[in-house]
Structures are given as structure tokens and as C-alpha cells.
């Protein structure tokens, strides 16, 4: 019965959540019409033009397939995972939430595979996705220290920028996860029921966010 309930009462949610335009965009396509929506306002709003994005994991029981437990098992979290890719805007709404892959798939691999970021934005990102430069796009991401060598401190300095400027999508995601179902094991494996409460938690906090918006120092102009 508690099953009927949470299935049932999830659907009314999101209802609610799409009615008030909270829920965030699933596929590329729909990610390329919410950007070029902020993209046309950029001229009287330069923030909207600054993206971040980022790969999350979550904890799920251990499959008993032994093909499932390895393409399951996180390195990173030492622990058997699904993960999910996010893009967030400046202000902390999340823009698209990716389809549900295992813990294994690389952030990176998530990018090529599952969004495309256009032409005239700021894209920031961690060094987990070396290699990821989508033409057109400007990339802000922290400096490795060279082997045997050491960073300036112009290139410390810079490093410290990004990672104040880029502390914004691990609030984001902080966020969405202070909802129990997400930060512990989920168990309810049925008709896509992990996306979709991930998918619904998303909405929520893009809802709450217009009623407790998230303020910073504007940091990306010292770049």
C-alpha cells in the first residue's frame, strides 16, 4: 500500500512541478530551446550566459548480476552507483537533467553523448572533463600542476576563481540531495522510478529557488 501512495502521489507532483514551469529539461533538444531562450537575453542579462555542469552520483543496492555490479561500481565513490549529468545557470537553476546511466560512465562521456552546450556561452567546469571544448564555447576550468613543477601564483590565483565561481553547481546539487530518497539507497527500481525522483527533486529545488534565491559575489569578472 505505501508503494501505491509513493507512486501515485509522485505523479500529482510532477504535474504540480510542470504546471509551474520547475522541471528541468531531459534531452538535448530541449536543453538547445531553454538556452537559446536565456541566449536571447543575455545582451541585458551577461550573467545568463555563464553555465556549469557536472556528473552525480547516487548509492544503489548491489546488483546481484555480476556484468551489473561491475558496470555499477564507482571507482570514485567505492560504492555501486547510477549518476546523472546536470547543467546549471549562474543563479543555480538546473537547466537539464540527463537520462539515468551507471555509476561506471565518465563525466566527460556524459557530455559527448547526452548535451551539447552552443556557441557564445561560458562554460565552467572541474578537470574531469579534460578535453571537453564544444566549439565556440569559452572554458573556464582550474590548472593541473605540471609534473615536477609548480603553479604561478597568477595560475593559483585563477584556480581559486573558478572553484569559488564553480562552488555554485555543488550548492545546487546540494540542494536537490537534501531529500532522503536521493542521499540514501534507492530500492524502488520500477518504470524508471530512480530518474524519475532524481528528475522530481530537481523541480523542487527550481521551485524553492524563486522563493530563496541563492546570492553571491560576482567573481567570474576577475577573470
Same mark, same amino acid.
Given at each position: 500500500m505505501c508503494n501505491v501512495f509513493v507512486h501515485g502521489l509522485q505523479v500529482i507532483l510532477d504535474k504540480s512541478l510542470a504546471l509551474a514551469q520547475a522541471?528541468?529539461?531531459?534531452?538535448?533538444?530541449? $536543453?538547445?530551446?531553454? =538556452?537559446?531562450?536565456?541566449?536571447? &537575453?543575455?545582451?541585458?542579462?551577461?550573467?545568463?550566459?555563464? =553555465? *556549469?555542469?557536472?556528473?552525480?552520483?547516487?548509492?544503489?543496492?548491489?546488483?546481484?548480476?555480476?556484468? @551489473?555490479?561491475?558496470?555499477?561500481?564507482?571507482?570514485?565513490?567505492?560504492? &555501486?552507483?547510477?549518476?546523472? @549529468? =546536470?547543467? %546549471?545557470?549562474? $543563479?543555480? *537553476? %538546473? *537547466?537539464?537533467?540527463?537520462?539515468?546511466?551507471?555509476?561506471?560512465?565518465?563525466?566527460?562521456? =556524459?557530455?559527448?553523448? &547526452?548535451?551539447?552546450?552552443?556557441?557564445?556561452?561560458?562554460l565552467w567546469q572541474d578537470t574531469g572533463y579534460q578535453g571537453y571544448r564544444p566549439e565556440g564555447v569559452t572554458i573556464q576550468q582550474p590548472m593541473k600542476k605540471p609534473r615536477g613543477k609548480e603553479l604561478t601564483a597568477q595560475q593559483k590565483q585563477t584556480n581559486r576563481i573558478v572553484s569559488a565561481f564553480r562552488v555554485r553547481i555543488e550548492h545546487a546539487i546540494g540542494s536537490i540531495k537534501r531529500y532522503r530518497i536521493l542521499k540514501d539507497e534507492c530500492r524502488l527500481r520500477k518504470n524508471q522510478f530512480t530518474h524519475k525522483i532524481f528528475l522530481t527533486c530537481a523541480a523542487l529545488h527550481n521551485f524553492r529557488l524563486r522563493f530563496h534565491p541563492f546570492h553571491y559575489e560576482v567573481t567570474y569578472s576577475a577573470l
Amino acid at each position: 500500500m505505501c508503494n501505491v501512495f509513493v507512486h501515485g502521489l509522485q505523479v500529482i507532483l510532477d504535474k504540480s512541478l510542470a504546471l509551474a514551469q520547475a522541471v528541468p529539461a531531459q534531452t538535448d533538444a530541449q $536543453l538547445q530551446t531553454v =538556452l537559446a531562450a536565456s541566449k536571447a &537575453h543575455s545582451t541585458d542579462d551577461p550573467v545568463s550566459k555563464h =553555465l *556549469l555542469h557536472e556528473g552525480v552520483e547516487r548509492e544503489i543496492p548491489r546488483p546481484q548480476d555480476p556484468d @551489473a555490479q561491475q558496470t555499477h561500481y564507482s571507482g570514485k565513490k567505492k560504492n &555501486h552507483t547510477i549518476k546523472h @549529468a =546536470l547543467v %546549471v545557470n549562474s $543563479l543555480c *537553476l %538546473v *537547466l537539464f537533467v540527463s537520462a539515468t546511466v551507471t555509476g561506471k560512465t565518465h563525466d566527460k562521456k =556524459l557530455a559527448d553523448t &547526452h548535451y551539447s552546450i552552443p556557441k557564445g556561452f561560458t562554460l565552467w567546469q572541474d578537470t574531469g572533463y579534460q578535453g571537453y571544448r564544444p566549439e565556440g564555447v569559452t572554458i573556464q576550468q582550474p590548472m593541473k600542476k605540471p609534473r615536477g613543477k609548480e603553479l604561478t601564483a597568477q595560475q593559483k590565483q585563477t584556480n581559486r576563481i573558478v572553484s569559488a565561481f564553480r562552488v555554485r553547481i555543488e550548492h545546487a546539487i546540494g540542494s536537490i540531495k537534501r531529500y532522503r530518497i536521493l542521499k540514501d539507497e534507492c530500492r524502488l527500481r520500477k518504470n524508471q522510478f530512480t530518474h524519475k525522483i532524481f528528475l522530481t527533486c530537481a523541480a523542487l529545488h527550481n521551485f524553492r529557488l524563486r522563493f530563496h534565491p541563492f546570492h553571491y559575489e560576482v567573481t567570474y569578472s576577475a577573470l
